[in-house]
């Protein structure tokens, strides 16, 4: 499934399916790249630049991987490159290699639902796989998705029509959302799952791609001091947490078909609460860590026949559920003036079982707020008996995603009275691992598939 620890992050589903996993694959030769949508913001914002920081750590092999940018626009080679060009060019880039890996990138353009531009696009591919003189079984095909899913179907189809490898493997990497609800989900899998088999799919929720998400496994299960603690004696309240301190800022009309509870909520909170709440998996491969976290969140999913702890969730009440909507929201000209989808979500999730039996898990996301902030906050209960009237907020381990972790505790202010103060222990990520560069959930995930 990946390189190393990252090999679960990319959703599967073979477990449901008859088919078997990709087995005897050549993971050498030929790679050809290709990111449909490319003139659009995830690409140039996310996609481009996660390649590119591959290409520098050498993930990436020039004398072996083309990257293609496929979209409608009517732009040249030259074009999309100078679009793309100053989201590669930060941080310690260098100019010179900014222009290598340019030189890498071929456009092609053509409309979604026709043959025509597929079949350049196949014939562009195939004239890279020739130069490099691939031979049968060692050239590679990626197609990944930047594109809103109501187009997923019928391209997918223009790729199995046109497009597919035929000396090696081929895969599509499509992303959230996955529908609008459980029909339009399942409606979607069985158009794509009829055009190709389950190993050749891969859906990715970057934030499981994220440094600190991939760290709640490690903290949980590797250290002793949690194991006995992860539980309802232990916990009064697990809190999941995701603001951002602006708008929509020219998606609203994507923003509005969705709402936040499509677009944050039920993907990517939901992955973290399951990896804070899931029992510790069999291993560390990617259908175990899946078989646990399906456990916790059947209520969303609405399975049928799964015993165990997956009918523990309990269906959400609409008395702890609270919406909202950011006072100038409807301004947005692609948005209804009439709009009713709310940006802000506050949402409280029971798990009725024997781990989690009355420990409230909160989940708030929102948009246009005061305060940017995504963090995991994981509230202990008051000690028994205090003598100290400490305060039961001191006892906190927050993992934030901006890189740090803190287990916040109460220890005796120095002095000669008997007084208590609040502490942390504070593993900062740019502190403690000094020149040592943290990569962007996209970069993990594109490498995983």
């Known amino acids: ?119 350049m696009l196949d014939k562009e591919i195939s004239l890279h796989e020739e130069f490099r003189n691939s031979t049968e079984g060692s050239s590679r095909r990626l197609f990944y998705l930047a594109l809103p899913p109501s187009v997923y179907p019928v391209v997918c189809r223009m790729i199995k029509l046109c497009c597919m490898n035929k000396c090696g493997w081929t895969r599509i990497v499509v992303e959230k959302p996955f529908g609008k609800d459980l029909d339009s989900a399942e409606k979607l899998s069985n158009q794509i799952g009829e055009l190709f088999e389950e190993p050749q799919l891969y859906r990715i929720d970057h ?63 939901l992955q973290v609460l399951c990896l804070v709440a899931m029992e510790k998996p069999v291993s560390l491969d990617s259908e175990h860590i899946r078989d646990e976290k399906v456990k916790v969140h059947f209520f969303f999913m609405e399975m049928q026949n799964l015993n165990q702890v997956l009918q523990s969730v309990e269906p959400i009440k609409d008395e702890e559920v609270v919406l909202g909507q950011y006072h100038g929201y409807r301004d947005d000209s692609k948005v209804p003036d009439h709009s009713n989808t709310p940006t802000f979500a506050s949402i409280i999730l029971r798990i009725h079982n024997e781990r989690w039996e009355g420990v409230p898990f909160i989940l708030k996301a929102g948009k246009a707020l005061s305060s940017k902030k995504a963090d995991i906050r994981v509230q202990f209960k008051d000690v028994p008996g205090d003598i100290f009237n400490c305060m039961s907020s001191n006892h906190a381990i927050r993992i934030l995603l901006d890189h740090s972790i803190r287990k916040s505790m109460s220890v005796k202010q120095p002095g000669l009275e008997m007084s208590t103060v609040q502490s942390e222990l504070d593993l900062s990520y740019k502190q403690r691992y000094h020149g040592v560069t943290i990569p962007d959930a996209y970069e993990r995930l594109l490498l995983d598939t």
């Open 207 to 269: 934030y499981l791609g994220k440094e600190l998400v991939q760290n709640l496994l490690v903290l949980r299960f590797a250290n002793r001091f949690f194991l006995p603690l992860w539980n309802r004696d232990n916990i009064d309240n697990v809190q999941i947490v995701f603001r951002e301190d602006f708008g929509t800022e020219g998606r609203g009309g994507y923003f509005d078909e969705y709402g936040i509870i499509r677009d944050i909520v039920q993907n990517h909170l």
């Open 1 to 119: 499934m990946g390189s190393g620890g990252g090999q679960w992050i990319v959703e599967k589903r073979s477990s449901f399916r008859s088919e078997p996993l990709e087995v005897n694959v050549s993971e050498t030769g030929c790679l050809s790249i290709v990111v449909l949508g490319a003139s659009g913001d995830l690409a140039k914002k996310k996609t481009f630049p996660a390649l590119f920081n591959l290409y520098r750590q050498g993930f990436l092999q020039s004398n072996e991987v083309h990257i293609f940018g496929y979209a409608r626009t009517k732009i040249s080679d030259d074009d999309l490159r100078n679009r793309i060009r100053s989201y590669l060019e930060k941080g310690s880039a260098k100019s010179e290699e900014v222009s290598e890996f340019l030189q890498l990138i071929k456009y092609v353009s053509g409309s979604y639902d026709t043959e025509g531009g597929f079949r």
